[in-house]
């Protein structure tokens, strides 16, 4: 039954709630440490499904990992290139970094393609693209990939859209090849400085992380070095939408306000007043809230991660709300399951539209990926009675603690 998470709605929330560390920092960070030459100590790792499997998939490498509370000890000087040919491969699309870490280091990887959310197709084309312009060969042969490189030399890549995952592999690869690489439209997320803060504290030389141009200049061996995670903004994001939803005076803490502005604007378009705080949002209230429409966009724009959430609180705004997806055209799964609630939402690929003004009631539901499971606890808590949503493994992937911390906050959750 652990697998369900059962939620009585309609009681108000109120009190405070601490941010976790960043889930999509942490799982590029922890593949990272493989290209260390020297102990590396992570502060205020997430204690979340997708860092559990990351740390096998490193103990796999021969890299020992010493987890005590939330700071991790890892030493990869003992590091063995073994090929990543296991299941935890396929449970998150993050293993991915291990390419480019393992390429930069070893100039060669075998594993399994990486799993992850179903969102629709979901390629590494613009990844495998960034290595071979290093000098890599790419073999695909069923679902496993081997990359390999005489050597890595730093050139210009240009990524035909601003991807994630894409900047941070190439940018892992890069820190090893010789010369200079840059990477034009690079995605500017949070992530990605985290990343690179880190990376340089351990002796990389990357420049300009955080804008659509980053230039990266090889060196030939990284040190050890510490590093704390930055705190999770689309958790920030899920929890202060929550609080929307049903706070009395919430108090969200360890924020950082500049990595969510899009949805906090979003929110105050809608009526929800905030006091915002060097590191924290206060949700004062949110009475008669009107609809809006809201476009995803790459960092700094409305964050694809926040619009399942956002689309729980639209069922309650007075109106017709609009969501237009220009990065997951099939992120919709959540309406499907919102619409069993007593919601009134439609959606075709790339957009959705939400008829407000409806009363959510409780049913048992399913969450089909991490951000739809969030989606559904914030209806489940809005909705009259009791909800029951399963599969709530997805959810445990991206948010630690989240029925102690909804307890804290005076919901209802077993
Ligand atoms: C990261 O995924 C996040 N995951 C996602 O969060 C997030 O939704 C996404 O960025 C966008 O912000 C992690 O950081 C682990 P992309 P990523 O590469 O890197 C297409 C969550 O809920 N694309 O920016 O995979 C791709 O199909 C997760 O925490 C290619 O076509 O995102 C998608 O349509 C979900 N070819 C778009 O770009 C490629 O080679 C965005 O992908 C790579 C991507």
């Known amino acids: 039954m652990e697998n369900t998470i059962?939620?009585?709605?309609?009681?108000?929330?109120?009190g405070?709630?601490?941010?976790?560390?960043?889930?999509?920092?942490?799982?590029?960070?922890?593949?990272a440490v493989c290209m260390a030459s020297e102990i590396v100590k992570l502060y205020d790792v997430p204690e979340i499904e997708d860092t559990k499997v990351l740390v096998r998939l490193l103990e796999k490498l021969n890299i020992d990992v010493i987890v005590n509370k939330d700071v991790f000890t890892i030493d990869a000087t003992s590091i063995q290139n073994v090929d990543l040919l296991n299941d935890d491969v396929r449970?998150?699309?993050?293993?991915?970094?291990?390419?480019?870490a393992l390429l930069g280091r070893f100039r060669y990887v075998k594993m399994y393609s990486p799993g992850g959310c179903n969102l629709g197709p979901r390629p590494i084309d613009l990844h495998l693209k960034g290595f071979e312009a290093l000098g890599a060969k790419i073999e695909q042969v069923d679902d496993t990939i081997t990359i390999s490189a005489e050597e890595l030399k730093g050139t210009d890549i240009y990524l035909d859209f601003a991807s994630v995952g894409a900047t941070i592999n190439i940018m892992l690869a890069a820190c090893f090849a010789s010369g200079k690489t840059t990477i034009e439209n690079a995605a500017k997320e949070p992530?990605?400085?985290?990343?690179?803060?880190?990376?340089?504290?351990?002796?990389a030389q990357i420049r300009g992380a955080g804008t659509s141009k980053i230039t990266i200049y090889g060196v030939s061996r990284l040190k050890g070095c510490i590093h704390d995670i930055i705190p999770d903004r689309i958790e920030t994001g899920t929890y202060i939408i929550a609080a929307a939803a049903m706070g009395d005076n919430v108090k969200v803490t360890n924020v950082i306000p500049q990595h969510i502005e899009a949805l906090l604007s979003k929110l105050e378009e809608m009526g929800v007043k905030l006091e915002i705080g060097v590191d924290y949002v206060r949700v004062l209230s949110a009475e008669n809230l009107k609809a809006v429409d809201v476009i995803t966009q790459p960092f700094p724009g409305f964050a694809t991660d926040l619009q399942q959430p956002l689309t729980a609180l639209l069922t309650s705004a007075q109106g017709d709300s609009s969501i237009e997806e220009t990065i997951y055209m099939e992120r919709f799964k959540h309406c499907d399951e919102l619409n069993k609630m007593g919601a009134n939402t439609e959606w075709t690929t790339g957009r959705s539209k939400i008829h407000g003004g409806t009363k959510l009631h409780g049913a048992k539901i399913t969450a089909t990926d991490l951000r739809c499971g969030a989606s559904l606890i914030i209806a489940a808590l809005m909705a009259d009675g009791e909800t029951e949503i399963s599969n709530a493994h997805h959810i445990y992937r991206g948010y630690e603690n989240i029925t102690q911390k909804l307890r804290n906050l005076g919901?209802?959750?077993?």
Do not use: H, T
């Open 16 to 31: 405070e709630v601490e941010i976790s560390s960043c889930k999509n920092s942490a799982v590029a960070i922890l593949p």
């Open 6 to 14: 059962i939620i009585r709605g309609g009681r108000r929330l109120s």
């Open 91 to 100: 449970k998150l699309r993050a293993s991915y970094y291990f390419m480019g």
């Open 191 to 203: 992530e990605i400085i985290d990343l690179s803060s880190m990376l340089n504290k351990m002796g």
């Open 411 to 414: 919901a209802d959750v077993q």
